[in-house]
């Protein structure tokens, strides 16, 4: 049971460039969020998604684009790379089951802009 | 004032001995509160949660809960060199769509 898969592991790229972080889960779960985590601001919340076709901003979503089409895969986006963008992506996911349930985690992209 | 506050650290504790981790939280209707352990490279992974007033124990692990101070506290009894890693604190603020992170606490056990 692979869980919340992400890909790839790592990535560098360059300023500018586009580059998409990809999710997939096979749990079923209807939310899926988007973390990011830097050093100094533990992980702070660029998008979630509710259920497939719907999605809201988090705490930092500026430089980001997301989608859900279905409800297993939530890519992000960043559509113009930049260097404050080098971080560690984290995507979560969780049930509807019970609203005030915990995050699981995937294992992360390590991403580099240069 | 951010929503979620921990003590950076780190906190360095023997081995053997109970490492008492702290978060305090902003919003006051929050009502369910977690604690996440990340090792160095690697994804957190919950350790407790805690949603009422008191204690809860699960094992070595104590969750610790006052609504009314907005203070969460993780108690690691027995601490081992397996337990030194960051401990982040999290909190359902402004409904339960989003789950904020305190920074996070490095917790070292030395031998």
């Known amino acids: 049971d692979a869980g919340i898969t992400q890909s790839p592991r790592y990535k560098i790229t360059e300023t500018g460039r586009q580059v998409t972080l990809m999710c997939h889960q096979t749990w079923s779960h209807s939310y899926m969020f988007w973390y990011r985590q830097d050093l100094g601001h533990g992980l702070r919340l660029i998008y979630y998604?509710?259920?497939?076709?719907?999605?809201d901003k988090g705490e930092v979503p500026d430089g980001y684009v997301v989608s859900r089409s279905k409800t297993e895969n939530f890519p992000l986006t960043l559509e113009s790379a930049t260097r404050s963008q080098t971080s560690v992506y984290f995507c979560?996911?969780?049930?509807?089951?019970?609203?005030?349930?915990?995050?699981?985690f995937g294992n992360g992209t390590r991403l580099t802009v240069t | 004032q951010k929503e979620v506050e921990q003590n950076s650290g780190p906190l360095s504790v023997p081995e053997g001995a109970i490492a008492s981790l702290n978060c305090t939280y902003s919003?006051?209707?929050?009502?369910?509160f977690f604690w996440y352990r990340q090792y160095s490279g690697k994804s957190p992974e919950l350790i407790m949660f805690?949603?009422?007033?008191g204690d809860k124990e699960d094992g070595r692990f104590t969750a610790q809960l006052n609504k009314a101070s907005q203070y969460v506290s993780l108690l690691i009894r027995d601490s081992q060199p397996s337990d030194s890693a960051t401990y982040l604190c999290a909190v359902y603020s402004g409904g339960y769509n989003k789950l904020i992170f305190g920074a996070g606490t490095r917790l070292a056990v030395h031998p």
């Open positions: 805690i949603y009422s007033n």
């Open positions: 979560a996911t969780k049930g509807t089951e019970v609203y005030n349930s915990p995050l699981h």
């Open positions: 919003d006051r209707g929050s009502q369910s």
């Open positions: 998604s509710a259920a497939a076709d719907i999605t």
